[in-house]
């Protein structure tokens, strides 16, 4: 059988801190900032952090410790993505043949997420990317009104030339961090963005309480920081709201995402602390979501704008993406070159949340084909390629549509950003809470605690994590389909090109069926070649 010491070197984070940046890097994306407070504003205000917090404690601790003990646990054995991973927790009590499909399943729902969901998001990364250099280039400033900031954002989805670029630069950067690996790549890019979001951030925070009514005396942001969190207790009647605050909790940590949470344990030490660990990159994306993202999209809105942003959202169901892609930068333009200035902090922003997120995605998939034995270097240029091949239907679609008045569609991107990037996360973490739970998993409570500078309650363990949450799961699986109302979504293109949206949708489908497949042979293949004599 083989023993770690015959597995060879393994790389792992050069410093404590780089570990903590990139976890957290890992959680703080888009969603923090434009996602959550889009709920807080439909789902009660104030009253929304109700199920929020409920769901933080009995979902988003309990799955995102499992996750870093399963990241750890298969590490010491150089499995470094979650198909690898699940057959060394489960072959000791399933056996090798299951062990071995059990992880053919975790391979395959890796590789179709980790594919279609960078492919959409590195687009949106790109879009900010744009906004960031239309702020660094002062060209900002000729966007005076919402009407020239909309036509822009439709030419950036309508029109290759628009889109491209900025996309293209945006996937180039995120090669070149992966490229020269953990701590030469990824956590030196972590050391300088991370500190940079979070200065941008509370930079933005110190002008919405200090600068409140740079337009009109009116239009104070302090009146759209109190109509946020003002509580709507009315709202928790609902039990939308309930499931809300869980998937919202589940997608700001990045749980089930392709195992980018597992791939980066999987270079912690074997006696380093994860469960102290786990709870600080936590709570380091619950500062930037609740205290920066619950007060920045709102404040600088009614700033700038008064109540049009607040009715865009609560009345015409807009999200705060859609604000700042579409109307914010009216607001920064027509303030010359301080809005500039304040632009660039506001896109970089994004851009840096948006790119510490795609980097962890891009990683794992680069685990995927250094198992298969290809050089890193090579492994990123093959996922850059994958992400712009299978993102490329999003401009292609764009393009075809932008000539008609109810043009450019985005049916693509939202039928993968429902199946991909959100469906198939949840039913990845409850595959996980199932297969490595305690029931199945008995060393797991004792792998989470090793090392531990505190220790995880075995009631979390035990009955949170293994009873509580996979109910939780089950329920956002049910209410998924019901709330993204997904026959809107494929019937979104009009005639005469009514036939496109369920074409791309049917098109997204495939590709997510076909990368699973793929996903499963390969994994079942690296298996037996290089995992199947370890001895876990």
Request: hydrophobic share 50%; glycine share 10%.
């Amino acid at each position: 059988m083989t023993s770690q010491e015959t597995l060879g070197p393994r790389e792992t984070w050069a410093t404590k801190m780089g570990l903590i940046l990139a976890m957290a890097g890992n959680a703080i994306g888009l969603g923090n900032f434009l996602r959550f407070p889009g709920k807080v504003a439909v789902y009660g205000g104030g009253a929304y952090l109700i199920p929020y917090f409920i769901a933080l404690f009995l979902l988003g601790f309990p799955i995102m410790w499992l996750e870093w003990a399963i990241g750890r646990y298969g590490g010491q054995y150089r499995a470094h993505w979650l198909g690898p991973m699940m057959y060394l927790i489960t072959k000791k009590r399933f056996g090798h043949s299951t062990a071995k499909i059990i992880a053919g399943i975790f391979g395959g729902l890796t590789l179709s997420i980790a594919v279609l969901l960078n492919a959409y998001y590195t687009n949106l990364i790109g879009w900010t990317a744009f906004w960031a250099g239309m702020s660094i280039s002062g060209k900002i400033v000729e966007v005076t009104s919402v009407d020239i900031s909309v036509g822009y954002l439709l030419k950036i989805i309508g029109d290759p030339l628009y889109n491209i670029l900025p996309w293209a630069f945006s996937l180039i950067m995120i090669g070149i961090i992966v490229a020269p690996g953990v701590s030469k790549g990824l956590e030196r890019a972590v050391k300088i963005m991370m500190p940079l979001l979070f200065l941008f951030a509370i930079g933005l925070l110190v002008m919405t309480f200090t600068w409140r009514t740079p337009v009109k005396p009116e239009w104070d942001s302090l009146k759209g920081f109190y109509w946020l969190w003002t509580p709507r207790f009315e709202k928790l009647a609902d039990p939308a709201t309930w499931l809300e605050g869980a998937g919202q909790i589940f997608f700001s940590l990045s749980l089930g995402i392709a195992g980018i949470i597992p791939t980066y344990a999987s270079y912690v030490r074997r006696e380093d602390d994860i469960a102290l660990s786990a709870l600080t990159t936590a709570s380091l994306n619950e500062f930037a979501e609740v205290i920066c993202g619950g007060t920045l999209a709102f404040g600088i809105g009614y700033a700038f704008g008064g109540e049009l942003p607040i009715g865009m959202v609560y009345i015409k169901g807009k999200s705060p993406f859609f604000l700042s892609m579409a109307v914010y930068p009216a607001f920064y333009g027509q303030l010359g070159v301080l809005g500039a200035f304040l632009g660039t902090l506001w896109y970089l922003l994004f851009w840096f949340a948006g790119v510490t997120s795609a980097i962890a995605i891009t990683n794992a998939m680069v685990e995927w084909f250094q198992d298969l034995g290809l050089k890193r270097t090579t492994g990123t240029a093959i996922s850059i390629f994958l992400m712009f091949l299978f993102g490329l239907p999003i401009t292609i679609e764009g393009a075809i549509t932008s000539a008609y008045n109810w043009g450019p569609s985005t049916t693509y991107l939202d039928f993968t950003d429902f199946w991909a990037g959100s469906f198939l996360l949840v039913v990845l973490a409850l595959l996980e809470t199932i297969f490595a739970g305690s029931f199945l998993w008995k060393e797991g409570y004792e792998e989470v605690n090793r090392g531990g500078l505190i220790k995880v309650p075995k009631f979390v363990w035990n009955v949170v994590l293994s009873i509580i949450a996979p109910i939780y799961l089950l329920a956002m699986i049910v209410w998924l389909p019901m709330s993204t109302r997904i026959g809107e979504i494929i019937f979104k293109t009009k005639p005469p090109l009514e036939w496109l949206g369920p074409t791309l949708a049917t098109l997204s489908s495939v590709f997510t069926l076909v990368l699973f497949i793929v996903g499963f042979i390969v994994t079942t293949k690296v298996i037996e070649e290089k995992f199947s004599k370890v001895n876990p």
